[in-house]
């Protein structure tokens, strides 16, 4: 149980080009969807956090125009990457929550595989 | 601020001797603590989690965690390394006022050779 998947594993696309990327929960509905960069041997950051229904909740620093968030269902977030640069090429990954209250181990996050973005 | 600090970047053992991956913490509260686990390009893979009550926490393919509270610290520990441990190893954290975000560390690379 509590599997999250994300499409695409990898995608290349070319500067100034937009690339969208799906992160589902397949046995569970998420009523949170967390998305984090990992740059190369460094580690995750939060970019922000989306519930479903509602505007995404970004982290200082994160460009909200230049990386939209969808979180339509309860089963789909999706992050969009608009006008894609090299600098924005990086290792995507999603995470999902579950509960939604009873105390912190209600809380847990289940992590999708990545997505490796190259933009060329 | 809330941090996470694994100081070493890598831990080399063999395999059949025990292996530590070691892991601090700093946070206001009481700490909520975990350890993941990632093999190249895939996501993080949940070990083991620290809530509350016994200090030692076992987890998943025979790894466990001691918290100590005195030191604020977390370390990951297995009896026995075998090469297919080898991965990198996150320790995070979150706190008692919001347990939605993860404060991780930066990683430690463990390599297990034969």
Redesign the interface.
């Known amino acids: 149980g509590a599997v ?1 998947s ?1 499409h695409p ?1 990898r995608v290349i696309c070319k500067s100034g080009t937009s690339v969208k990327i799906e992160c589902r929960s397949l046995d569970f509905q998420a009523t ?1 969807m ?1 998305w984090y960069r990992q740059f190369p ?4 950051m ?1 970019m922000a ?1 989306s519930n479903e229904g509602s505007k995404a909740t970004y982290e200082q620093g994160v460009e909200k125009d230049k990386f939209l968030i969808n979180h339509a269902s309860l089963t789909l977030s999706t992050l969009t990457v608009t006008s894609a640069h090299p600098e924005d090429s990086s ?1 995507y ?1 999603c ?1 999902a ?1 579950s509960g939604t209250s009873g105390g ?2 209600s ?1 847990e ?6 997505t ?1 973005l190259t933009v060329t | 601020a809330q941090s996470v600090a694994q100081p070493e970047d890598q831990v080399n053992v063999a395999e059949g001797n025990p292996l530590t991956v070691k892991c601090t913490y700093s946070v206001s509260g009481n700490p ?1 603590l975990f350890w ?1 686990v990632q093999y190249p ?6 070990l083991l989690k620290y ?1 509350t009550g016994d200090n030692l926490v076992k987890g998943s393919y025979g790894f466990e965690a001691e918290f100590n509270k005195s030191q604020t610290s977390f370390h990951l520990k297995k009896p026995s390394a075998l090469v297919s441990d080898s991965a990198l190893y ?1 320790c995070a954290v ?1 706190v ?1 006022y919001n ?4 404060y ?4 430690t690379k463990l390599n297990v050779k034969p």
Do not use: A, E, M
């Open positions: 999250v994300q594993s949170t967390f041997k460094q580690s995750l939060l956090t290792f990954i995470s929550r912190p181990t809380y996050q289940y992590f999708g595989p990545g490796r | 909520y993941y390009n895939r996501g993080l893979q949940f809530i996150f979150r008692q347990f939605n975000k993860f991780f560390g930066s990683g």
